[in-house]
């Protein structure tokens, strides 16, 4: 292979993007980020709306998984080969 670590890696990658200690957390949809929240950050309630760790955890957990799907798939087609 041209890159025999990569897939460890990757999930070396994907793991120490788990254990990030995120002060906010934007997602990159396209629907409001801030919807029902305005006003708590208007007046700065604490802790901060924005301060939430779990969409990101989950965000990673999803993008390491569905790496993992793609490498599975991809062995799986080199074994039948």
Not at 27 to 47: D, K, L
Request: a negative charge; hydrophobic letters at 35%; charged letters at 25%.
């Amino acid at each position: 292979p041209r890159f025999p670590t990569l897939v460890e890696d990757s999930l070396t990658g994907f793991d120490n993007m788990a254990q990030l200690d995120l002060d906010i957390y934007l997602t990159g949809h396209p629907e409001q980020p801030f919807e029902g929240i305005e006003h708590a950050m208007r007046v700065q309630v604490r802790p901060h709306p924005l301060l939430n760790q779990q969409p990101w955890t989950e965000f990673i957990a999803e993008r390491r998984a569905e790496f993992l799907s793609r490498v599975e798939a991809e062995r799986q087609q080199l074994r039948l080969q």
